[in-house]
């Protein structure tokens, strides 16, 4: 056979192969809230959610606030003569746990200080709120002279006399200005104006510890003149104001201590109130305690028709009535 040639088998050549860089992703957006909250509530399991907010107490935790038998047995040994309920109290305050006392409700809620009462006389108020926008308008310029913040909004009549309504609460420089506008005006008589002031609340207050026979002698018992000579003696009342007479009340038939019972005026937020309660001060060789006590505001009597049940700003009753002749005329007229 004739000599096959061997086909020769080229070698394969190593060729390398370059990877083409892959596309540049685009950022991803980032979710709303609402769309996360949508898409993970597919994804929760059976496992219960924890609340964080309350945490689970320890057994530790859990057993000191139990009252033990033998902290019990411990202040029955030290205070024999204490009941249950009194065992419990002394428990609870040696634990730090003491009973949160009552809020006392001592001071009526009034209408708004954004006003200002003026007080005068019914020909006064028809003459003046003839022309209360220019009336306005002058207050308001004499209020941006002072360099005030303070601005008047409207004025508008009242059985007791002019309400001007404010955007703020009006202070002692402003109420001066307004006094001597309204008093210079040619439309009103002086005479029959009374000093602006701003509405107010009463707060209820309790004077304890003090001997309902100062004296010494059992005739001669505490009364309403002698607390009030009590009261201007002392400076923590300089700037206080009795909303009512004082009512004294003996403690106890065998007793010689009493309680005073005082209405102040104060405003809605009880400041006045608030700086007096737990002052002590001196009567004669006995110290007396100022205390809050809850409001009795008792029924009402409308000093503009003078009948019971309703206020003299809530009247309805236009024209005022004398209390002495009930004619249609204000009582200083008569």
């Not at 992703?25 to 898409?39: D, F, G």
């Not at 859990?62 to 202040?75: E, F, G, P, V, Y």
Request: charged content about 20%.
């Amino acid at each position: 056979m004739p000599n096959s040639k061997r086909k020769e088998i080229a070698k394969p050549v190593p060729v390398s192969i370059e990877k083409a860089s892959p596309a540049p992703l685009s950022p991803l957006l980032a979710k709303s809230k609402n769309k996360v909250n949508t898409i993970s509530k597919y994804f929760k399991g059976n496992k219960t959610t924890t609340n964080h907010s309350k945490p689970t107490k320890s057994y530790a935790q859990a057993s000191r606030q139990t009252a033990s038998t033998s902290d019990m047995l411990k202040i029955k040994e030290s205070f024999p003569a204490l009941n249950a309920k009194q065992i419990d109290r002394v428990n609870n305050i040696v634990k730090g746990n003491p009973n949160p006392k009552p809020r006392i409700q001592m001071t009526t809620k009034g209408p708004s200080r954004k006003q200002v009462i003026v007080s005068m006389s019914n020909n006064n108020t028809i003459s003046f709120t003839k022309n209360s926008a220019l009336h306005v308008a002058h207050i308001n310029r004499l209020l941006r002279n002072a360099k005030s913040d303070n601005a008047v909004d409207f004025i508008r009549s009242d059985p007791i006399g002019l309400v001007i309504i404010t955007n703020k609460v009006t202070n002692q420089s402003d109420l001066q200005i307004i006094s001597q506008y309204i008093k210079r005006s040619e439309d009103i008589n002086e005479l029959q104006v009374e000093e602006p002031r701003l509405p107010q609340s009463k707060s209820y207050l309790k004077i304890i510890s003090i001997p309902f026979f100062p004296n010494g002698k059992t005739q001669d018992c505490l009364n309403a003149s002698d607390v009030e000579n009590i009261l201007k003696q002392n400076q923590i009342f300089d700037d206080i104001k009795l909303a009512s007479r004082p009512r004294v009340i003996k403690v106890f038939p065998k007793l010689d201590m009493s309680i005073v019972w005082i209405n102040i005026w104060d405003h809605q937020s009880s400041n006045k109130a608030k700086c007096l309660i737990n002052q002590c001060f001196n009567v004669g060789r006995y110290i007396a305690t100022i205390r809050g006590a809850n409001m009795n505001p008792e029924v009402p009597q409308c000093k503009n028709c003078w009948k019971w049940g309703h206020t003299t700003f809530s009247c309805r009753i236009q024209s005022s009535k004398c209390v002495k002749c009930n004619g249609p005329h204000r009582s200083e007229n008569h």
